[in-house]
């Protein structure tokens, strides 16, 4: 990793005998754009307002730019932490128009240096001509392309960002995390996106930090931890997993699928669990096929087969959308390679 700009080191906070943040550490470096990802509740909040400085952690260390600003006795209150903010509620101040908001938190310059790098904020999120616009006057995508020119300023050293899309919908969301994460990267901002959206952790993160139960589960690039999860949970919580158990032996899995070797670090006999993505999964209508098509999910650019195996389990197979499988027919299932991941037995029934 490049200079880390935020670092956590044993972090962890309670709230009673809920123990939203257990001990954790977690590193952004300079420029990065962190995605947080994990089920709503796991601490993900938690732990953006711990890096803010809207709590106190009960134990570990929080640095950013490698000054100590929580921990070993120390507490430096928010507005000292050079923190910018964006939630998942637009927080724009209602009573100021847009350059108000966004020359916010500009102290200590003269008006003029104010006025020139309000336009230039406003030039970078595309709202030239906007100063005078009232919150109230602002689609959701330019409210929340206001909210992120506030928080960029002041030159924060990190920029915290909360589910910033979850209140828009779904047609705007898309466009509008593609333009934050293009300000983001020609402003050289390190962010930490907080998200439960596995899709957007994946297309927004350089790297994707998976948060389940308070803890960080894995922090990788976004294909190691799809393709590489460190476990079942992590596996089923990042899109869709086919899992599917078979023997093991001299490290080949033996599936209903047929046979698939496990990659990398091979679990331990004497049965293992192969994950399959939908992708990773070949169809072929063939009238005495082993499985049935029990659902089609068409997408227009895609669509999600639903099979049922004889055995009883159901998998998913993502396939283009020119070839049909009507709902009834038989099919012959192959996997697009031998390789898979693998995990020991144990691990899915804990
Ligand atoms: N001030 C508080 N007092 C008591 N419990 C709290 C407080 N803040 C959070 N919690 C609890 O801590 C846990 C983590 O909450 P947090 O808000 O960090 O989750 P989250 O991952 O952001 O969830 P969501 O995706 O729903 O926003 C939850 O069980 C929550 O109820
Ligand atoms: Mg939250």
């Known amino acids: 990793m490049s200079d880390v700009r935020v670092a956590l080191a044993g972090v962890a906070k309670s709230f009673g005998v809920v123990q939203a943040v257990r001990p954790t550490d977690l590193q952004a470096g300079e420029g990065e754009l962190l995605a947080l990802v994990g089920p709503s509740g796991c601490g993900k909040t938690t732990l953006l307002r711990l890096i803010a400085g809207f709590e106190a952690p009960d134990a570990g260390t929080i640095r950013i730019g490698g000054c100590l600003v929580a921990g070993e006795g120390v507490f430096m209150p928010p507005e000292r ?183 990398g670090l091979v679990p331990t006999g004497p049965r293992a669990i192969a994950l399959l993505r939908p992708e990773d999964l070949n169809l072929e209508l063939v009238a005495d096929g082993p499985a049935t098509v029990v659902d089609v999910e068409y997408f227009g650019h895609d669509q999600v087969v639903v099979l049922r195996l004889p055995s009883g389990l159901e998998l998913r197979a993502r396939l283009h959308a020119r070839e049909r499988f009507p709902r009834g027919s038989r099919v012959a299932v192959r996997c697009a390679g031998p390789r898979v991941v693998a995990f020991p037995s144990q691990a899915a029934r804990e």
Do not use: C, W
Request: proline share 4%.
């Open 81 to 263: 932490r050079r923190v910018g903010m964006v939630f998942q509620q637009l927080a724009l101040f209602p009573h100021l128009d847009v350059a108000g908001n966004v020359g916010y938190g500009l102290k200590g310059m003269s008006r003029g240096e104010r006025r020139s790098r309000v336009q230039e904020l406003l030039a970078l999120v595309g709202l030239e001509g906007y100063e005078r616009r009232f919150p109230d006057e602002l689609s959701g995508g330019e409210g929340q392309r206001v909210a992120l020119a506030r928080a960029l300023a002041p030159g924060p050293a990190v920029v915290l960002l909360d589910e910033p899309f979850s209140s828009l919908d779904l047609s705007l969301r898309e466009a509008v995390r593609r333009e934050v994460r293009r300000i983001l990267k020609v402003a050289g901002a390190t962010a930490i996106l907080v998200t439960h959206d596995q899709d957007e952790a994946l297309a927004m993160g350089d790297r994707v930090a998976v948060m389940l139960g308070g803890r960080i589960s894995q922090v990788g690039l976004p294909e190691e931890v799809y393709r590489r999860p460190r476990d079942v949970t992590v596996a089923d919580f990042l899109g869709d997993a086919n899992l599917i158990e078979g023997d093991l032996t001299e490290g080949v899995l033996h599936t209903e699928l047929g046979q698939l070797v496990p990659n």
